[in-house]
């Protein structure tokens, strides 16, 4: 018969020793851990895997001790992570889904799956292409879950990725990203009016008359740069905090103002006139930068190919 010695009998090496270490943790209270650091409610993550509220609060104070950290604290009405449970995010998601990869039978089949693919864009963006991401999904995906997050992107750090428990966002060219991006589909500028404009050259409706902007207190949008370094004057009297609004703001009340292309197709349903830029502006695409933690090759590979078929091509 062969001996196998108990593990007090074997030499562990300096490698091994992290190893040996897991036999004194309970690997099951990994997978709610990361609900919990994502959803931040206990609520939230019971309901995500599968598990009752009374039990989740024993797990997350099982982890609590575990980790000698609160991980989940309450701040006035909502609850926030702490910054050991904030620097857990990323490596523990990442160490999952290679665990999963390494479990899995068969390779990432979409018909089979049964995962929450997050993306974030801004609510413009999301008016564009949310659905039709929505509808392939269903149709060739059943049984993968969607959640769209809309926020005003205009950067991407870290924390966007660890907190948010994003696998993708979509970023305008215009804005910065310290993560490699991918072109997804080329967009431009236009003028925006309402029916009722007067018939008149680009570059004189952007003077004559008054414009829907905007409102960010550090930010504005390149059409602006433009006409600031030409010289062309224009008054505002009507601002948003989102420029999915701007549109509907002038079929409404009126005036002018910039949008993206794709926008404004996709609200054909307004009565709305477009015209091109009257001033040279450069380009507009729009660019996906993935979760730079997502492990998993083949479900980027999948969903890339989901996101530029359901892209405009205009």
């Known amino acids: ?77 909502r609850m926030a992570l702490t910054p050991r449970g904030i620097r857990l995010i990323a490596p523990l998601r990442a160490a999952l889904r290679h665990t999963a990869q390494l479990v899995r039978p068969t390779p990432f089949d979409p018909a089979t799956d049964r995962r929450v693919i997050t993306l974030a864009m801004t609510t413009s963006t999301a008016y564009v292409l949310g ?17 769209l997050r809309t926020m005003p992107v205009t950067s991407v750090t870290d924390s966007v990725f660890t907190q948010e428990g994003i696998d993708a966002i979509l970023l305008s060219e215009v804005f910065a990203s310290p993560f490699p991006r991918e072109r997804l589909y080329e967009d431009r500028w236009v003028v925006v009016t309402g029916p009722d404009a007067p018939d008149l050259p680009v570059s004189e409706l952007v003077e004559v008359l008054p414009h829907v902007v905007l409102e960010y207190s550090t930010f504005r949008t ?10 062309v004057p224009y008054t505002v009297r009507n601002r948003v905090s989102d420029t999915f609004l ?29 015209h091109e830029f009257p001033f040279p502006i450069g380009g507009l695409g729009m660019d996906v930068i993935w979760n730079p933690w997502l492990a998993d090759d083949e479900l980027r590979t999948w969903l890339g190919g989901l996101l530029r078929e359901a892209a405009p091509h205009r």
Do not use: K
């Open 222 to 231: 390149r059409p602006y740069d433009v006409l600031e370094e030409r010289g």
């Open 131 to 147: 659905g039709e991401v929505a509808r392939l999904l269903a149709e060739r995906a059943p049984q993968v879950a969607l959640r």
């Open 1 to 77: 018969m062969f001996y196998i010695p108990y593990m007090s009998e074997i030499h562990i090496g300096a490698e091994d020793a992290e190893l040996a270490r897991l036999a004194a943790i309970d690997l099951n209270l990994l997978v709610p851990l990361l609900a919990l650091l994502e959803e931040r409610s206990v609520t939230r993550a019971a309901d995500r895997v599968g598990m009752t509220q009374p039990a989740m609060s024993h797990a997350l104070r099982r982890m609590r001790r575990m980790l000698g950290d609160e991980l989940l604290i309450r701040q006035g009405a």
């Open 246 to 274: 701007i549109p509907h703001v002038i079929a409404a009340a009126g005036g002018v103002g910039f949008q993206r292309n794709s926008v404004v197709t996709a609200l054909r349903h307004l009565d709305l006139r477009t």
